[in-house]
């Protein structure tokens, strides 16, 4: 499968509250993105897998995917959204925003 198929098949999962495998189809779109070099999709992919993880309250876990998603630069902005919404969790996770 390609990262956009993972990354939808996530996306279906999640709507059907199917947490657990939605993460596995979300870890395997960041591989498939990895293996593409595909640095918009590996950072789409992972802030998806970092926001989830912190829905669950599972905020250590979500630290290394949105620290990675607020490191990623292109130059032509179209990951400045990704990157503004992980810096807002990680604000939120060590309690400076609510």
Same mark, same amino acid.
């Given at each position: 499968?390609k990262?956009?198929?993972?990354?939808?098949? !996530?996306?279906?999962l999640?709507?059907?509250?199917l947490?657990? &495998?939605?993460?596995?189809? &979300?870890?395997?779109? +960041?591989?498939?993105a990895?293996?593409?070099?595909?640095?918009?999709? &590996?950072?789409?992919?992972? @802030?998806?897998?970092?926001?989830l993880?912190?829905?669950?309250?599972?905020?250590?876990?979500? @630290?290394?995917f &949105?620290?990675?998603?607020?490191?990623t630069? +292109? !130059?032509?902005?179209s990951?400045?959204?990704?990157?503004?919404?992980s810096?807002? @969790? @990680?604000?939120? +996770?060590r309690? +400076?925003?609510?």
């Open positions: 499968m990262t956009r198929e993972h990354f939808q098949r !996530a996306r279906e999640l709507a059907r509250g947490e657990e &495998l939605a993460e596995s189809a &979300l870890s395997d779109a +960041i591989d498939a990895v293996a593409a070099e595909d640095l918009v999709l &590996l950072t789409q992919a992972r @802030l998806a897998l970092g926001e993880m912190c829905a669950q309250g599972r905020h250590e876990e979500a @630290l290394p &949105l620290k990675a998603v607020v490191r630069e +292109i !130059a032509d902005g990951v400045d959204l990704e990157v503004k919404r810096a807002h @969790l @990680l604000r939120q +996770i309690g +400076i925003e609510p």
